[in-house]
T-cell receptor
Framework: DTAVSQTPKYLVTQMGNDKSIKCEQN?????MYWYKQDSKKFLKIMFS???????INETVPNRFSPKSPDKAHLNLHINSLELGDSAVYFC????????????FGPGTRLTVL | DAKTTQPPSMDCAEGRAANLPCNHS???????VYWYRQIHSQGPQYIIH???NNETNEMASLIITEDRKSSTLILPHATLRDTAVYYC???????????????FGQGTILTVHP
């Protein structure tokens, strides 16, 4: 069974569009995260949610809005997509808040044309 | 967080031990050493972590020097599937709302060859 899953795996879209990426974890974890891996392969945290509550919000444009309908799901909605948003986005989860032992999903490769 | 330095790439023969070094000379007393790896086109995978004692699990061993300024991740019998980018991350331990913010540097590309 997949522990942390993301959909879609690939997303190709035009500049200016709005898109969403979905994440689900079946590990019963309390905390979920979104990370962005850029073209240079650096991976940095964007957001963290604990039991539907936002606890980390890094310097991310407000075009990015995470939403957590329940503690097993954390979706990422992106408005007015820009070329620079092209990256691989990873969802992760951890058993407790602030744990550095995180389980990552397979990633969503977003390409903005 | 303490800065870490890793070699950009290493090679290892299949079946041999892979020893991946990491320097973290500015590590603080309350910071742990974490290792993750990222196999091509997959998400990062947690491997192991430690504070000052050596640690071993089913995946690897972690050796931390006595002064804690460097560490080595050991994969005892490397296989082709261990080919990946290995990241050494120094972070304060679990807990609190400011923790869990992992930042991955460039890591070490380990290539295991037949």
């Amino acid at each position: 069974d997949t522990a942390v899953s993301q959909t879609p795996k690939y997303l190709v879209t035009q500049m200016g569009n709005d898109k969403s990426i979905k994440c689900e974890q079946n590990l019963g974890h309390d905390t979920m995260y979104w990370y962005k891996q850029d073209s240079k392969k650096f991976l940095k945290i964007m957001f963290s949610y604990n039991n539907k509550e936002l606890i980390i919000n890094e310097t991310v444009p407000n075009r990015f809005s995470p939403k957590s309908p329940d503690k097993a799901h954390l979706n990422l909605h992106i408005n007015s997509l820009e070329l620079g948003d092209s990256a691989v986005y990873f969802c992760a989860s951890s058993r407790i808040t602030g744990s550095n032992e995180q389980f990552f999903g397979p990633g969503t490769r977003l390409t903005v044309l | 967080d303490a800065k870490t330095t890793q070699p950009p790439s290493m090679d290892c023969a299949e079946g041999r031990a892979a020893n991946l070094p990491c320097n973290h000379s500015t590590i603080s007393g309350n910071e742990y050493v974490y290792w993750y790896r990222q196999i091509h086109s997959q998400g990062p995978q947690y491997i192991i972590h430690g504070l000052k004692n050596n640690e071993t699990n089913e995946m690897a061993s972690l050796i931390i020097t006595e002064d804690r300024k460097s560490s080595t991740l050991i994969l005892p019998h490397a296989t082709l599937r261990d080919t990946a980018v290995y990241y050494c991350i120094v972070r304060v331990g679990t807990g609190g709302t400011s923790y869990g913010k992992l930042t991955f540097g460039q890591g070490t590309i380990l290539t295991v060859h037949p």
